[in-house]
Nanobody, 122 residues
């Protein structure tokens, strides 16, 4: 079992930055691939970024490439999403998730956090 708790969301102006954190419980955190997903208002959940359990491979959806960075800290059992140059279309509830298989597909992830709201004003 892995429990995930996100934090760091909030209201920011376009062009600003936020760093989301996802704290994971359990001693096996290092064996899970981690992903960030988001759900914009009135839309389905979509992939944002993922990182392998070794941390040596990352993937991003095209719309955030060059602006967002996913990373993980094994000592703190935490995965981060650094978001720069934020745009109004980044407004969504952001979720972190854990999977024993590396994937960008929502269905591959077994454990989910409760989500944190990110709102970008124009």
């Amino acid at each position: 079992q892995v429990q995930l708790v996100e934090s760091g969301g909030g209201l920011v102006q376009a062009g600003g930055s936020l760093r989301l954190s996802c704290a994971a419980s359990g001693r096996t955190f290092s064996r899970y691939a981690m992903g960030w997903f988001r759900q914009p208002p009135g839309k389905g959940r979509e992939f944002v970024a993922a990182i392998t359990w070794t941390g040596d491979t990352t993937d991003y959806t095209d719309s955030v490439k060059g602006r967002f960075t996913i990373s993980r800290d094994y000592a703190k059992n935490t995965v981060y999403l650094q978001m720069n140059s934020l745009k109004p279309e980044d407004t969504a509830v952001y979720y972190c998730a854990a999977s024993l298989r590396y994937s960008i597909a929502t269905i591959a992830y077994d454990y989910w956090g409760q989500g944190t709201q990110v709102t970008v004003s124009s």
